[in-house]
């Protein structure tokens, strides 16, 4: 028995030895940083939805994967998987709160059609206050369905911010789905006794795409693995030291790089039992639209795993040689991906950061709704990450050679998925 068992011991590290090797070989750090170089260059001017600048990036990862020979899903005529969306900006809008009109920039508001509100019992009026928990309170009043006016305790401002110029360049959503009508204003509040909201909008129906290409399964073609990232980014932000563009290097065009560098690895070693889907989805920022469309065309009970990719660019809390996986406990995606690293020194972890939400922050969310073992794979040291959704998350600030360990140990991790050997247990469909 003993014996057997050292053969056995030593063949696995062996042919683990044999892998790592090839994985060396087949994504080199050149490549790396050369994809993740164009994808976060300036001429993509932050690749925010509906700009050029995305239209440029989308291009380029076309060509990536005709470079590499992927085929496109089924069904569809080129790597474009193309959908619209329904775009609702704001024409004009006033506010007074107890008689008061309020600042332009103090205010925002949208609903799929215009609205008009005077004291109107009909509204909730719901306030954020200094104690409370922003991202919660914003969440419960926001998904509510209810008319809202929502007044922001001063101390968000800079949430306030963020959210206002991005709701400034317009309120996405899909066809059919109306909007809640909804004002938002930052101010502090004892009572309000009265209130007049105006607001006239502009409705537009621009088309999205994600970008999508295949390799069909040896053995088992009718099973799914996913390999996804986001290649949208938030374009244009307020000027800081001369610079205004968000180049978005580690969010997500480091994803978008492992995608690519996934298709290529993947169609190289030539032996894929189960079909593999590479997939840059468009609008995450604005609403991980691009996965929510792509979920609505598979059957999700024939994908047997997703592996998202979002911001792989420096070395997590954990040291360099390891990632953190979102929902860790939700399947046993994590534990199977561990143990095809044995015998090398990566290590994947469990999200550390909980109370952040990772886990519906992403486009794995859009796929784990419907069941799916989708999961996230991250370094981002997203509590302290100073540079995060600012213009200064640019490939001078990341590591590539966390990049390159990071897409590697993915490689590694997920043979025996793709194999068709190791099939993970599904999540509950999620609540939300
Ligand atoms: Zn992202």
């Known amino acids: 028995m003993k014996k057997i068992f050292i053969v056995i011991t030593a063949l696995l590290s062996v042919t683990a030895c044999a892998f790592a090797q090839n994985v060396d070989k087949l994504i080199k750090q050149k490549n790396v940083e050369r994809i993740i170089k164009t994808l976060s260059a300036d001429d993509m001017q932050g690749r925010a ?8 990036a989308a291009r380029f990862i076309e060509s990536e994967y005709k470079k590499i020979g992927l085929v496109p899903l089924t069904g569809n005529a080129s790597f474009r998987q193309n959908f619209t969306m329904v775009r609702t900006t704001t024409g004009k809008l006033t506010v007074s709160i107890n008689g008061k009109n309020l600042p332009a920039d103090s205010i925002f508001a949208s609903g799929s059609e215009a609205f008009n509100w005077k004291t109107d019992p009909d509204v909730q009026v719901v306030q954020i206050t200094a104690d409370e928990n922003f991202r919660q309170e914003y969440g419960k009043a926001t998904r509510s369905g209810k008319k809202t006016l929502l007044l922001i305790d001063p101390k968000f401002n800079d949430s306030f911010t963020r959210i206002r110029d991005s709701k400034l360049k317009g309120s996405v959503a899909f066809k059919g789905k109306t909007l809640q009508p909804i004002t938002i204003v930052l101010g502090k509040f004892d009572q309000v006794t009265s209130f007049e909201v105006s607001y006239e909008n502009k409705v537009e129906e621009p088309p999205l795409f994600n970008i999508a290409g295949m390799i069909p399964g040896k053995t088992k073609p009718d099973e799914y693995v996913i390999f ?29 790089t492992a995608v690519i560098s996934l298709a290529k690895y993947y169609k190289k070693l030539h032996n894929n039992a189960r079909t593999i889907i590479f997939v840059a989805f468009c609008a995450e920022e604005i609403g991980e639209f691009g996965s929510q469309y792509f979920a609505t065309q598979v059957q999700p009970y024939k ?28 399947s046993d995606f994590g534990k199977i991906l561990q143990k095809n690293l044995e015998g090398t020194s990566f290590k994947f972890y469990p999200d550390p950061y909980p109370q952040q939400d990772l886990f519906y922050r992403s486009d794995n969310a859009s796929l784990a709704r419907v069941g799916v073992p989708a999961h996230t794979i991250s370094t981002d040291q997203i509590d302290i990450d100073k540079y995060y959704h600012t213009v200064k998350d640019e490939l001078s600030t990341l590591d590539v050679n966390n990049i390159t360990l990071t897409i590697r140990a993915i490689a590694l991790s997920s043979r025996s998925i793709v194999a068709g050997v190791d099939t993970p247990t599904r999540v509950a469909k999620l609540e939300r």
Request: charged letters at 20%; hydrophobic letters at 35%.
């Open 49 to 56: 939805t509906f700009t050029p600048g995305i239209e440029k």
């Open 303 to 330: 994908i047997v795993a997703m592996f998202n990719i979002e911001m792989i660019g420096k070395a997590s809390k954990f040291g360099t040689n390891s990632a953190f996986i979102t929902g860790y406990e939700r």
């Open 228 to 256: 996804g990232g986001h290649y949208d980014h938030l374009g244009i932000l307020k000027p800081m030291e001369g610079d205004s563009i968000a180049n978005g290097a580690d969010d997500d065009a480091s994803g978008t």
